[in-house]
Each structure stands twice: as C-alpha cells, then as structure tokens.
C-alpha cells in the first residue's frame, strides 16, 4: 500500500515557537565576506600572483561546489527552512492532547502548542497568555494558581487538580456544572541557546475522569452500604484472628456500634464461643480456596450466645501463612415450619461437637485429619497461624514412644474391630502434655475419606496430680516413720539428758568424769537436734503459733544472718509497703529463714549477694500465678534470693526429699530443705524454688494472711528465763515411760517441789481423788495409752478449772497438735528437755497470775 506524505495542513502548528538563532545567518554573511575580499584580491594582485596558485585554488573551490551539491542531493545537507523544526521531539510535543507552555521562571513565554489555544481564554488579542493568567478571573484557583507560581519561580515541580464551575470562560454564561483541570509545572534541562532556565507548563482537562472516579466511588459505596445492611452477617479477619471488616448486620447482632468499630479491636476469640475460632484459621494447605459450612454459636458483646452457620472461605499463601478470611453469617435462632425441627437438632449437634471438653477429630485411612472439632487446637496446642492441620498424619502430633501403639489402634479401628484399648500417650509439642486416645471406626460413605474417629482427653492436669498425689503417699509413709522413731528416741533422749543433768550437779568441772558426762549431753543434744529435724518434715512438730510481723522479726534477724554468711557475701533485706500479718510458729519461722540463707551461702564459695525480700500478695495476683497447688487467696511472700551457681531442673525436683543434698559426703544431713518444706506446709503456707543454672536461685514462700480478732495481738519479745528455780508447789507428774517420768520428778524435787507421780491418765486421777485434788500444777504427756493427754485435760479441767498444766510431747498426732495450739490455757514443752528447761518452765508457769498469758 503506498504511503502518502504529510498533510501540510494537519500538522499541529505551535502557537509561538522562539526564532531561531542568527548565528547561522552571521556564518553566511562571514563566509561571502570572505569571498569577496578573495575576488577583489585577485583583480588587484592578479598580475603578481602565479597563474598555477590561481588555477588550484579555483579548482579547490570547484572540488568544494561539487561536493555540496552531492552533499544537497543525498540529504547530508539541506537549506533551512520551517520545515527543520518538525523533528520527532518536537512533533510529540506539538502533538500532545494537552495544553503545553514552555516559559522562563520569570514567565517570559517561548513555547506554546496548538493546544493550548482551545481554553478559553488562552489566547488574548491573538497573542498566547501565561497559565497563572489563563486562571487570573477564577477565584476557586487562585490558592493553587499562586503554590504554582512559585515552584515555577523554585525550579520546584508541582501538580494542582482545579475545580470550576462552568469551566474556563463558561461560569460567565450560567453554567453550573463543575469542570475540573490539572495543572502541572516543572523545569527543564538547559537548552543551548536558550538565556534563562525553562519551565514546562502543562493544563489538562480532567473532568471526565473525575466523573468517572466519583461514580466509582458512588457505586463502591452502594455495594458496601448493599454489604453492610444485607439479611445475612458478613465479617473478615486476618492470619492473627484480628476481624479487618464487620457489617452492620453483624454488628447488630453482637451488640457492636459500627461507628466506634476500628481495625484489630475485636478478635475471634471475642465473638466465636468457646475454642471455635481455632476452627476459622485453617485453610487448606494446598493454597486452594474452599467454602466450609461451619455451625457455631457467636458471643454477643453482652456475653449471650446465638446459634449461626458460617460459610467461611480460608486460604493460605505460598509460603504457608494463612491469608485473610471472609466468612458469611446466617442466624439460626429462628426456623420456618418443618424446618425448625431440623435446625434445632443441627444447633444441638454442633453444640455437642464443638463444646465437649474432649477433642475429637476425623481421619483417613493413612491417618490424616480430615476434620476436627474446635477443642482440638487447644489440646493438642495447634494455632492458626502455624500450617495448617487439613490432611496432616495425627501421629506427628504425638510423641514418638507412642506411634507405634496409635498405628495399630487405627488398622483395628479400619478392621472395625469394637473393643479397641485406649492409648495413653505424651504429645510431641513442648513441655509435658499428656492425652488418653480414643479410636473407633466410621460409618465408609461414598465420596467421603473419613474411616476413623479418634477422641482425645486431655490428661495433663490428672498425671500431675497422680504424680503429686504419688510424691504425697511417699512423703507421709516417711513422715509417719520419722515421727515415731522420734517419739520413742525423743523419750530416750529425755532421759539420757536428764540423768545426765542430775549426774554434773554432783561431779563438777574439776571432777575426772566431768568431761565424759558433757560429752554424753553434748551427743544427745545432737542427736534431739536431729529429731527436731524429722518432725519438721513429717509435719508433727507441735507449734505455737502467734501473731507475726514478718519484717520485724527478719530485721531481728539480720545480725545473726550476717555473722553466717561471712564478709565476702552481701546481704540485702528489702520489705514492702504495708505488709500484712501472719499466724506462725515464731522459732521455727526463723529456723526456716537460717535454713535458707546458710543454703544460700553455700552456693556462692566465691561471694555474691543475698536478698531477703517481703511484699504482700493480693488473692487476684496469686490466681494468675502457676505454681501448682496453691489456692488463689491473700499472701504475705518471703522471698530469699540468691547469685550462686543455681540449679537443673532434676535437682530441684528433688530438694525437699529427706536425706537429699548436694553436698559433699559429711558436710550436710540432707534434712534442711525438707525440714524447711514440712515447717512451711505445717503452717499452712507453701514453698517453690526457682533456679536458672549460672544465676542463682529463688525460694519463695507463700503464708497465708492472718486478719486478727478482736483482742488478738502481735507477738512481742519473749520474756527473759528465771533464774530463781526453786518452789515449793504441789506437781502432778503423768508420763508413762518411767526414765522420762523418773527424772523429771526428780529434776523438780530437787528444787524443793512436791511431786506426785502416775504413768497414765487414769493413775492421775486415781492421785487426784487421794490428795484431794490438792495441787498447783500438772504436768502431762501428749501421747499415752487408752487415755491421752488433752483427754486427761478435759476431765481434770471438770475437777480443777484454774490448774495450770504443761504439756510435754516430742510427737503428737496432727488432731492432738491442734487441739494444744488452740488452747492458749495450756504451755507446751518439747522433748528431750534438759534438767534447766523443766525447772525455767516449772517456774515460769507458776509465776504466771491465773489465766494470763503473755
């Protein structure tokens, strides 16, 4: 098809283009200057020139007219003309469907296109105007006008979108439609030639596509609006569960104001009930897109739920992440007619399934999930945000030791065998999960994969209070051992002490036997020492509990505690606000707090530092802490802390056990942490160690609040031991082992008592009814045959209301304990005792004025 060349009359014509420069022109003029001043030379010099100089030279010039003209005819040349100025960049520029200015930054003008022409106003008496004059009439565009102006004058590039009404020149003709226009400036690169920096101007009238815009926006409005009251509820959510969009419809259905409804506000867990939401962050792991009917209930923002089904559509990304959800929502709290038997027993199923505490899921016939129910995430610790769980091998989810025993259970269940035994099992996720699994056979349906149903319950908490309950049996089984062993060596101990007592008040330091009867006493204080230690574990010390402020008692303390753990460890004490009372045991108390610190101080041989600090623990902070068996309630915390070299996770284990230590052979008995534990749990408190390797070590313990009656009182400074031991009472003695009831009768004889003897309660009163009753104190043992001591008490208290009585015991059952620390009309002294310890106490009982204590 031939070609036709360029219409000269369609060709875009700019409306000013700058002249071209007279440098060419000036060129012409030199080069013919030249010539002529050569011409005239030689008719001047002509007949002194060489005839040959002259013929090269004009052949030279006929070379040189030659080859412009070749030159001419292959287009290396060509004359100037206004066709040169029609290149392809400036036929681009000429041709551009917008208005094009080329100005200086002072607006002196030096290019405008053809365009520019067609706006109104953009020509003025036939010469083109400057764009800030185009707007100068149009007071909507002075603002934008002037930013333009300046970037202009800047250098800068600047764009401003203008709204008129009527458009340019159009407002002056009535017209109320708004027309819209795009100004934009920017510099160009320098131009040779060119004086000062240009700027290019450009005006585009942009009114159909805003038009465009605006009714695209008024259509994405409708749809939303369509969305957001349509009949059915509709919500999406992200990876975290995080809802990115509600409708109205839902939002009124959950009792939300839409107006106060922001992004990642209110997540799944806030609206699904129960552990659903676990069941909307699936989505296939293939990436594909698929529509899930789910049956739930939904929790309003009052906290009632409703029955829904949700068409939920998930997908995963390429990497395995979960992408944002869209889920429809169809309330069910309603049916029509024959259908609502139908949908009440949908609702009732889906209740059942997704709210039992079991987890229950699907598989196939190579045990892969095909579909769970909510619980199941939460069991076996799956959430959304990890791969998901659709066609994943449930045997990957248990711990290895139990696979093999689960895969034979599945092949029964595919044989469809009935009685299929349940598996117990660890979980492979971290920390110590346990589950019992249930596996049976389903129902083979076609077009379905699912063969097996497996139930899972979680057994976590009940292993560990099997195991706590196990740690308990064992603990107890020791304890009632150790306290009997106690009871009968505190007995013999009593005596050994004693006689051995009555033997020094006879043979004096200066005696040759001296030495060997301190040796005697100093072993058997050793050996009661230890008996002290067995008691405290075994819980069957008998205590006496009083009102405690704890920081002062530790203040008290702080002395001795320094001297303890040398100069090279630091010792802080820091005591919170306020803190609460509490009922303990004064002495075993602080035994506990030296136990902690001297154990402390063997932990750091290098040095370190030891913190004793003491806060109150309200009932809401020990909810949320984790320590296993202790009931949320109001606490005072003990704690000592510790930068030595702390301990593994086996050992801690294994602390408060009897005889267990980490010492070196002969530097420990093994009885201080668990004396430590039985004297804590005796009060009714608790104890937990925490430790990490290379830090140091924590013990903290919890006692619980003492509220104080009426009348009750903070324990003060125990009185100072009587020197004076000598009286002449009338005391009762009942005590059936005769060294113990021997030596004590003789100890008070000594210091001039009268005593009575009786080796069981009903001798006592046998003695009673001889003397007439007739005496000032008795002093009885806890533990005897047929009738024990607070049985005796009770009987002697019908007789003789007043009496004083003191009640000596190295071992009593856990009732009769009670019954002496409640009873604040009774003193208590432990066995063994020495021949100074029943004198003090003698004395210091009958001291007393009847009934007050101190």
């Known amino acids: ?99 094009a200015v080329v100005t200086d930054r002072e607006g002196r003008i030096s290019y405008v296109n053809a365009h520019y022409g067609s706006f109104a106003g953009g020509i003025t008496d036939g010469v083109p105007v400057g764009v800030p004059r185009l707007f100068a009439g149009q007071p909507e565009a002075s603002e934008a006008v002037y930013r333009l102006s300046r970037a202009a004058k800047d250098g800068r590039p600047a764009t401003e979108d203008i709204r008129l009404i009527g458009g340019l020149g159009g407002a002056l003709g009535g017209s109320s439609k708004p027309f819209w226009y795009r100004v934009s400036v920017r510099a160009l690169p320098e131009v040779e030639g060119a004086g000062n920096p240009l700027v290019l101007w450009s005006v585009e009238e942009i009114t159909r596509d805003r038009e465009r815009q605006d009714n695209a926006f008024l259509e994405l409005q409708r749809a939303i609006d369509y969305l957001d009251h349509a009949p059915a509820g509709f919500f999406s959510a992200d990876a975290k569960g995080r809802i990115q969009y509600l409708n109205s419809t839902l939002a009124d259905w959950l009792g939300y104001d839409l107006a106060e409804f922001e992004t990642d506000t209110i997540r799944l867990e806030d609206i699904v009930r129960g552990d659903g939401a676990s069941l909307l962050m699936r989505g296939r792991s293939d990436g594909e897109i698929r529509t899930e009917v789910i049956d739930i209930d939904l929790v309003g923002r009052n906290g009632t739920s409703f029955p829904v089904r949700l068409l939920h559509r998930a997908a995963r990304l390429a990497d395995g992440e979960l992408g944002e959800t869209r889920t429809l929502v169809l309330d069910r709290r309603s049916g029509s007619g024959h259908e609502e038997a139908l949908r009440a027993s949908e609702v009732r199923f889906s209740r059942f399934f997704n709210d039992t505490p079991f987890a229950i899921a699907t598989l196939d016939r190579a045990g892969r999930i095909i579909r769970t129910n909510a619980p199941f995430s939460r069991i076996f610790g799956w959430s959304g945000g990890e791969k998901s769980l659709e066609m994943q091998p449930i045997a990957e989810l248990i711990a290895e030791g139990s696979r093999e025993k689960f895969a034979q259970a599945i092949e029964a269940a595919i044989a469809n065998k009935s009685e299929i035994e349940p598996i117990d099992a660890l979980l492979a996720r971290e920390g110590d999960h346990a589950v019992r699994l249930y596996v049976s056979g389903s129902e083979e349906s076609e077009g379905s994969p699912e063969r097996v149903n497996v139930y899972a319950l979680d057994m976590t908490e009940q292993r560990k209070l099997e195991a706590q309950f196990a740690q308990g049996q064992k603990m107890q089984a020791v304890g009632q051992l150790a306290g009997g062993v106690a009871h009968d060596f505190n007995n013999v101990l009593t005596a050994i002490i004693g006689f051995t007592d009555l033997l020094l008040l006879k043979h004096k330091p200066g005696d040759p036997s001296f030495s060997d009867l301190m040796s005697i006493k100093n072993s058997a204080n050793r050996a009661a020492g230890l008996t002290r230690q067995l008691l405290a574990f075994s819980r069957r010390q008998t205590l006496r509990p009083q009102i405690l402020e704890i920081p002062t008692h530790i203040d008290d303390l702080t002395v001795l505690l320094k001297r303890l753990i040398g100069e090279q460890i630091a010792l802080e004490v820091d005591h919170g606000q306020g803190i609460w009372p509490v009922k303990a045991d004064l002495v075993q108390l602080e035994q506990v707090v030296v136990n902690l610190v001297v154990n402390a101080r063997d932990a750091m041989p290098n040095g370190g530092s030891i913190t004793l600090r003491t806060r109150n623990v309200t009932e809401a902070e020990a909810a949320g802490m984790t320590f296993t068996g202790m009931p949320p309630a109001d606490y005072v915390l003990i704690e000592v802390e510790d930068t030595g070299t702390g301990m593994p996770p086996k050992i801690l284990e294994k602390i408060f056990e009897p005889f267990f230590s980490t010492k070196e052979l002969g530097k420990g008995t093994g009885l201080g942490l668990s004396t430590v534990y039985g004297i804590i749990k005796q009060t009714g ?170």
């Open 1 to 99: 098809m031939a070609t036709t060349p360029l219409d000269e009359d369609n060709y875009p014509d700019p409306l000013v283009s700058r002249p071209r420069s007279a440098a060419g022109l000036w060129r012409v003029v030199a080069l013919a200057a030249f010539f002529i001043v050569i011409a005239i030379a030689l008719s001047t010099l002509g007949e002194s020139i060489p005839p040959d100089l002259i013929l090269v030279f004009l052949g030279v010039l006929a070379v040189v007219g030659v080859f412009c003209l070749f030159a001419i005819a292959a287009g290396l040349f060509r004359f100037a003309s206004s066709d040169e100025t029609r290149t392809v960049s400036r036929a681009i520029v000429d041709s551009l469907p917008f208005g």
């Open 685 to 854: 408190g608790f104890i937990y160690p925490e430790s990490v390797l290379g830090k140091g070590t924590t013990f903290k313990i919890f006692l619980p609040r003492h509220v104080p009656a009426e009348g009750e009182v903070v324990a003060k400074v125990v009185a100072a031991p009587v020197r004076d031991l000598t009286g002449h009472e009338r005391i009762l003695i009942v005590e059936d082992e005769d060294t113990v009831r021997s030596f004590s009768a003789r100890a008070l004889r000594t210091t001039g008592y009268e005593v009575f003897e009786a080796d069981s309660g009903e001798q006592a009163l046998e003695v009673l009814d001889d003397i007439g009753n007739d005496i000032d104190l008795m002093i009885s043992d806890v533990v005897m045959p047929e009738m024990d001591g607070p049985a005796l008490l009770t009987k002697v208290r019908e007789r003789l209301p007043e009496l004083k009585v003191i009640f000596v015991s190295g071992y009593a059952e856990e009732s009769v304990r009670q019954d002496i620390a409640d009873d604040q009309s009774v003193e208590f002294l432990a066995k063994p005792y020495s021949l100074d310890q029943i004198n003090s106490k003698v004395k210091e009982v009958l001291g007393k004025v009847g009934g007050e204590n101190d």
